[in-house]
């Protein structure tokens, strides 16, 4: 069952490539960038899979936070994300 996950990240090196963080973001079946460092992606993969796939693509000095997103949540959108995100946890196991 796919489930919704919020993926945050800080990158503390200024000017390292992380474009291999962001391709691998990339490779989930679904995924919305919402914001600079935020990431929504619907999976069958669980948190722990999720980090293991991109831990690669990170320094040991950056922050990395994965949790899963349930029906509790507010904020200040476009109206295309929150219809993206309606619609993933429509059918999320939660």
Not at 1 to 13: E, F, G, I, P, Q
Not at 49 to 67: A, E, G, T, W, Y
Not at 77 to 87: F, T, V
Request: proline fraction near 2%; avoid cysteine.
């Amino acid at each position: 069952m796919k489930r919704l996950y919020n993926v945050s990240y800080d990158l503390k090196k200024s000017g390292q490539d992380y474009s291999g963080l962001i391709a691998e973001l990339k490779k989930t079946e679904a995924w919305n960038h919402l914001l600079g460092s935020t990431w929504l992606l619907y999976t069958v993969e669980s948190a722990e899979q999720i980090f293991n796939r991109l831990k690669p693509h990170i320094d040991n000095n950056d922050n990395i936070l994965i949790m899963q997103v349930v029906n509790n949540y507010s904020g200040w959108l476009p109206n295309s994300d929150w219809e993206w995100i309606s619609s993933a946890l429509s059918t999320a196991k939660v």
